[in-house]
Nanobody, 127 residues
Framework: QVQLEESGGGLVQAGGSLRLSCSASGRTFSSYVMGWCRQAPGKEREIVAA????????YYADSVKGRFTFSRDNGKNTGYLQMNNLNPEDTAVYYCAARRTFNPSIVATNEREYDYWGQGTQVTVSS
C-alpha cells in the first residue's frame, strides 16, 4: 500500500504557472503508475495526466496538452505536475493517484483504474 500527499496548489493569475508535487510513502514507489486528476465544482473528476513506472511514457488530456508536464523522481518518491499558461478553466481540486503495476511502460488513462488517492490540493486561476 502507498500513501500519497499533494502540495503546491494555490491562487495564480491567468497565464501563470504552478508546480504540484505528490509525495509517496509506503511500498516501493517505483512499482506504481501515477496520475493527476482534477475535479471542478459541479463537474465529474477527470484525469489530466499520467506517467508510467519508468517515467518514460506519459499521457495528457487534450485540454492540458502542451501546457502541463508530468515527471517523477523515484529516488525521492515524488511526482511533479508542472502547469504552465494556466487559465480559469483549470481551476479545480487536483488529486494525485497511484496504481501498482509490474509493467514499467504502461500508463493508466482512466481515473477509475487507480487504487490509491491523495487528499487533493486546490488550484485557483483568476482571470
Amino acid at each position: 500500500q502507498v500513501q500519497l500527499e499533494e502540495s503546491g496548489g494555490g491562487l495564480v493569475q491567468a497565464g501563470g504557472s504552478l508546480r504540484l508535487s505528490c509525495s509517496a510513502s509506503g511500498r516501493t514507489f517505483s512499482s506504481y503508475v501515477m496520475g493527476w486528476c482534477r475535479q471542478a465544482p459541479g463537474k465529474e473528476r477527470e484525469i489530466v495526466a499520467a506517467i508510467s513506472w519508468s517515467g518514460a511514457v506519459t499521457y495528457y488530456a487534450d485540454s492540458v496538452k502542451g501546457r502541463f508536464t508530468f515527471s517523477r523522481d523515484n529516488g525521492k518518491n515524488t511526482g511533479y505536475l508542472q502547469m504552465n499558461n494556466l487559465n480559469p478553466e483549470d481551476t479545480a481540486v487536483y488529486y494525485c493517484a497511484a496504481r501498482r503495476t509490474f509493467n514499467p511502460s504502461i500508463v493508466a488513462t482512466n481515473e477509475r483504474e487507480y487504487d490509491y488517492w491523495g487528499q487533493g490540493t486546490q488550484v485557483t486561476v483568476s482571470s
